[in-house]
């Protein structure tokens, strides 16, 4: 919180006197918490965002400025707080995964160019993008996180992975079958092979993560045969990172029981989007 705090200062969005007043708190209520006493430390937070909320309501702080901070106090003290984009007014869910805090949907936010949603029919463009987010080209998807929030790098959903592997949530508690942990409880095509750690199979039992992942299909770029393919049966997330005009997708696909990777042209396909907080 204390790095995002000078962050708006640096920006010129928080004026120094409250950056360092609210620097100050934060640093008390870490001091308290070092000596044990987790009582005063919440309450230390608790009066940071009491007096950040004072502030925002008597227009002393810019509404997006305030945002973010209570937004970060919030994870601070142990919530999965909504955000809210200001850019369209999208409310999101959030989820804490390890250090990590994670969009828990699919982005949503409509970029001016390379972005879509499934089936691009407009009688259901609000039905699908409130289930499955929209789609982006590469190009689009780099640009298209809120401020406060980036596109996923590898090194990012390796972090993930490996907290996931390591804390327990393979299929059985052990292993790196993780896909049901990372998949939601609803949307994905049923799988009648007994494949028990596959999101397709007995689905209500996904999720343990919190992640959500929805399956939102991906688009080929004009010229294909069908543009549209594979909702219901896979979901497809970009990552930022890229090496010769590749970049990597990450998968979960409705038989298979692990988060898998892929090398993608980069702009050959429009895949889902998954914000990670900065």
């Not at 805090?101 to 691009?120: D, I, M, Q, R, S």
């Amino acid at each position: 919180v204390i790095q995002r705090i000078q962050s708006y200062l640096s920006a010129g969005d928080l004026e120094s006197g409250l950056a360092n007043a609210f620097t100050v708190k934060l640093e008390n209520a870490k001091k308290s918490l070092e000596k044990g006493n987790m009582e005063a430390s919440i309450n230390q937070v608790q009066a940071l965002f009491n007096q950040v909320e004072g502030l925002l309501n008597a227009d002393k702080i810019d509404a997006s400025t305030a945002g973010g901070i209570i937004f970060d106090l919030k994870v601070l003290v142990g919530e999965n707080p909504t955000f809210t984009d200001t850019r369209d007014n999208h409310e999101y869910k959030t989820i804490k995964i390890g250090t990590q805090v994670w969009l828990a949907e699919n982005l949503a936010f409509k970029t001016e160019t390379g972005c879509y949603f499934y089936g691009e029919d407009p009688e259901y463009e609000e039905l699908a993008v409130s289930i499955f987010g929209r789609l982006y080209t590469w190009d689009a998807a780099v640009a298209a996180c809120p401020p406060g929030w980036h596109l996923p790098t590898d090194a990012e959903w390796t972090q993930l992975v490996n907290f996931l592997i390591d804390n327990g949530y393979g299929y059985e508690g052990s292993g790196d079958d993780i896909a049901k942990a990372l998949a939601d409880t609803e949307y994905w095509k049923e799988l009648t092979n007994v494949i028990e750690a596959a999101p397709g199979y007995n689905a209500i039992t996904n999720n343990s993560s919190g992640f959500s992942g929805r399956p939102g299909g991906y688009r080929y770029e004009p010229g294909y045969p069908e543009e549209f393919q594979s909702v219901s049966e896979i979901a497809a997330w970009w990552s930022a990172t890229v090496v010769d005009e590749i970049a990597t997708a990450w998968l979960l696909h409705y038989s298979m029981v692990k988060l898998q990777t892929e090398n993608v042209q980069k702009n050959e396909l429009a895949l889902s989007v998954r914000c990670i907080r900065d």
